[in-house]
Nanobody, 120 residues
Framework: VQLQASGGGLVQPGGSLRLSCAAA????????VAWFRQAPGKDREGVAC????????YYEDSMRGRFTISRDNAENTVTLQMNRLKPDDTAVYYC??????????????WGQGTQVTVSS
């Protein structure tokens, strides 16, 4: 599976961004899909996950209510809508997927990442 993330950029605090992840080579409809992020000098951390059933998990309370993960199985894409962004959200964001359909991982396939910078 090849994953291509896009939609990152520079945004002011309080602004919004919509990240997209397009998959090729395999349908994602039976997979768990997720977004992770990695800030400079920090470990990669989970942002949001959605299983094939539509069940979602947000890995940190600070993300719940601001971030929304969604998927379009017909288009084979995964989206992360991010609102009320904060400087602490600055990171490279990665999409990932795994056929074991669990938000616990491990994750078999990763995209290349897209940079999100929140700054005034």
């Amino acid at each position: 599976v090849q994953l291509q993330a896009s939609g990152g950029g520079l945004v002011q605090p309080g602004g919004s961004l919509r990240l997209s992840c397009a998959a090729a080579g395999e349908a994602l409809d039976l997979n768990a899909v997720a977004w992770f992020r990695q800030a400079p000098g920090k470990d990669r951390e989970g942002v949001a996950c959605m299983r094939s059933t539509g069940h979602t998990r947000y890995y940190e309370d600070s993300m719940r209510g601001r971030f929304t993960i969604s998927r379009d199985n017909a288009e084979n894409t995964v989206t992360l809508q991010m609102n009320r962004l904060k400087p602490d959200d600055t990171a490279v964001y990665y999409c990932t997927t795994d056929p074991h359909d669990s938000c616990l991982g491990p994750w078999a396939y990763w995209g290349q990442g897209t940079q999100v910078t929140v700054s005034s």
